[in-house]
């Protein structure tokens, strides 16, 4: 690993952390050098109240981070900074670009500049006509698509029923975990939070967490991790606080995971696509109430009592 890149302290406070990995694993053989450039997560201000008063409050410290691939610049996303390498590593392989963390060399990050730069073994393939098409995504910064997304969704292969699957009870515990968070969106809003859980019949195991200022910001980020460290997505179910939008349903797909849970609701391109795909989305999933949209055949339905 490269040595830590030094970043301005912003405020003295240490705050929750975004990014929580309870079980750290080992990389990936030929897995690409990283700089470890975490960015303060807040920053205080003063604010004027209702009641007349002044008084400090932290806000989320937002910031740009240029993505230069082989010196080429591909992107500007906007971001906490909390793990930004294995932003730029998610967000390379959910853009299709590479189809293995092993095709990159190094990612680092210079706050600085307010860059991120990218070097591979062998150069992306046509990289000027694969992000020619670009598309803006829907809320949340406004994040970037390149490319037809729906071309690709026949090449998706997501486990069976039998494989990936989760039972009421499961869910319940879930939503706990993510109640429970002492999280910066707690702490200051403004923030989307996702994680990556390992669902058994008799457990749920929380792998991975990280809030960022968009919610695309953050499943690229556990797209990163899980690509860094060899994760499956096979018996893996993903949770958002966002709403699942079509780039969210198909960023899930490639990742391998066929189970979404989220906070907020599901557009029709969202469901039409998690329909096509056969996955299962749930959503205004909180404390024990939810709705399952899609994919009944992937979900063991433990009925509440009925309502007085």
Not at 1 to 24: K, N, R, W
Not at 77 to 106: F, Y
């Amino acid at each position: 690993m490269f040595a830590p890149l030094a970043v301005p302290p912003l405020m003295a406070e240490a705050p929750p952390s975004a990014i929580d990995c309870p079980a750290p694993l080992p990389p990936v053989a030929g897995a690409p050098m990283l700089t470890a450039a975490a960015a303060p997560l807040l920053r205080n201000i003063e604010v004027l109240d209702e009641y007349g008063e002044r008084r400090h409050i932290p806000i989320p410290a937002e910031r740009p981070l240029t993505v230069f691939v082989d010196k080429r610049e591909l992107v500007t996303l906007m971001t906490l900074g909390a793990s930004p390498e294995l932003l730029v590593l998610g967000w390379l392989r959910n853009q299709r670009l590479i189809d293995s963390v092993t095709e990159v060399e190094s990612i680092t990050v210079d706050w600085d500049v307010g860059a991120a730069a990218v070097k591979t073994h062998e150069g992306l393939h046509d990289v000027a006509a694969r992000t020619a098409q670009r598309v803006v995504t829907t809320g949340c910064g406004q994040g970037t698509v390149f490319g037809d997304m729906m071309s690709a969704i026949d090449a998706v292969a997501l486990p069976g029923a039998d494989v990936a699957r989760i039972r009421q009870g499961s869910l319940h515990a879930m939503l706990e975990t993510m109640r429970q968070r002492n999280s910066i969106h707690r702490k200051a809003g403004s923030v989307h939070g996702c994680a990556l859980f390992r669902v058994t019949p008799q457990s749920c195991e929380l792998l991975m967490f990280c809030e960022d200022v968009g919610r695309h910001n953050a499943i690229d980020t556990i797209a990163g991790w899980m690509g860094l460290h060899a994760v499956d997505g096979a018996d893996k179910v993903f949770y958002t606080t966002g709403r699942l939008t079509s780039e969210m349903v198909m960023k899930s797909a490639q990742m391998g995971v066929a189970i979404i849970v989220s906070r907020n609701g599901v557009t029709a391109m969202g469901h039409e696509m998690a329909s096509r795909l056969g996955m299962t989305l749930f959503g205004r999933a909180a404390n024990r109430h939810f709705l399952c949209y899609t994919g009944f055949e992937r979900f063991d339905s433990e009925p509440e009592p009925p309502r007085a």
